[in-house]
């Protein structure tokens, strides 16, 4: 299955607390917003997205390759990328013209996003075609390997961060 790296089990535990998500770099990056986590299996926040959502915006589109820097080495399980060409005024997507993309691990591909780490080198997340106007949630998973568990099955931690990308769109007025 794609994004699913088969690593060591200390290079892929889950870390103790939810990483940051930058754009460019953990130390000049721009920091994403975290929408939700479920970090309870290692007794840290369970938070879900409220009725509005706020995108923080980053100025400009970032090339034909964006970069993405979590500020841990932990590499995830796996990582999807859903992205929205508008939201509406409360700032939640429209599902329904969204694209949800599995990024597959290891060396850049040709494929939408890939994501790698190792040798104890931050774990980046490379998504093509970022466009400016784009609503962008980057989602990831980590098992939980350590503690206890129930026999075949396997803890994981999880968290959601998004970012808005260069210029607004015109947002969809509401129906009613």
């Excluded at 754009?23 to 309870?40: H, I, K, S």
């Excluded at 790698?116 to 075609?129: F, K, L, M, P, S």
């Excluded at 129930?150 to 769109?169: K, P």
Aim: proline share 11%; hydrophobic share 35%.
């Amino acid at each position: 299955m794609p994004g699913i790296p088969c690593l060591p089990s200390q290079m892929v535990d889950a870390p103790k607390d939810p990483p940051h998500l930058y754009l460019g770099g953990v130390r000049e990056g721009f920091a994403l917003a975290r929408v939700a986590v479920d970090w309870a299996a290692l007794g840290g926040p369970f938070e879900e997205p409220g009725d509005t959502v706020t995108w923080p915006r980053f100025p400009s589109a970032p090339g034909p390759i964006a970069e993405f820097v979590f500020d841990t080495a932990q590499i995830p399980m796996r990582v999807v990328v859903y992205s929205y060409p508008d939201v509406g005024p409360d700032g939640i997507p429209d599902e329904e013209h969204g694209t949800e993309t599995l990024c597959s691990f290891g060396e850049p591909s040709s494929g939408p996003c890939w994501y790698r780490g190792g040798d104890g080198e931050n774990v980046r997340v490379a998504v093509r075609d970022v466009r400016a106007g784009d609503h962008l949630v980057v989602h990831a998973a980590w098992p939980v390997l350590s503690g206890d568990r129930v026999q075949g099955e396997l803890n994981e931690v999880s968290g959601s961060w998004l970012c808005g990308i260069g210029g607004y769109r015109a947002v969809r007025p509401e129906h009613g």
